[in-house]
């Protein structure tokens, strides 16, 4: 696993084109290197659990257990983000930035201010737009390059 310190940002979308775990601008503080550092080893033990990868997600008072492979996008509505799972929706207040912080940076990719996809349920990928499950979700202007990166790497496999 890798995480990029530089004081480039120009090479941001290249990095996670590598399957990069993050990727911090110089000069960073000690919180950002140790949050980097805590999802480097929070993916570690979701890359070598033996069950399947999943994410606690707060609903109310309690939190819920999502299985990653069950997350088809994430939705920002407001102050609440929209968990469309492949047999129902979840609703948690929560910000899009502390979700990204959780989900693996190569299995989800951020489309625009509003949407985060998850790469293997992408059914159709056009110039402006996305499709998940039948639902068509727009790129955002700059998420463009990120698509592009993902695109790229798809086409590999």
Do not use: W
Request: glycine share 4%; aromatic share 10%.
């Amino acid at each position: 696993m890798i995480v990029f310190t530089t004081a480039y940002s120009d090479f941001a979308v290249e990095g996670f084109e590598l399957d990069a775990v993050d990727y911090l601008l110089k000069p960073f503080s000690l919180a950002r290197f140790l949050k980097a550092c805590t999802k480097t080893l929070d993916m570690q033990t979701l890359r070598s659990d033996k069950g399947q990868a999943f994410i606690f997600v707060k609903t109310g008072y309690e939190e819920e257990k999502v299985l990653l492979d069950d997350i088809l996008y994430i939705e920002a509505e407001g102050n609440y983000l929209i968990y469309m799972l492949k047999n129902r929706k979840l609703l948690s207040r929560q910000t899009m930035a502390d979700l990204l912080q959780s989900l693996p940076s190569d299995q989800f990719i951020r489309v625009h201010r509003s949407y985060c996809v998850a790469v293997d349920k992408i059914e159709k990928m056009a110039r402006q737009e996305i499709t998940v499950a039948g639902q068509v979700i727009p790129i955002g202007a700059s998420y463009e390059e990120t698509v592009v990166a993902i695109k790229a790497r798809l086409s590999k496999r």
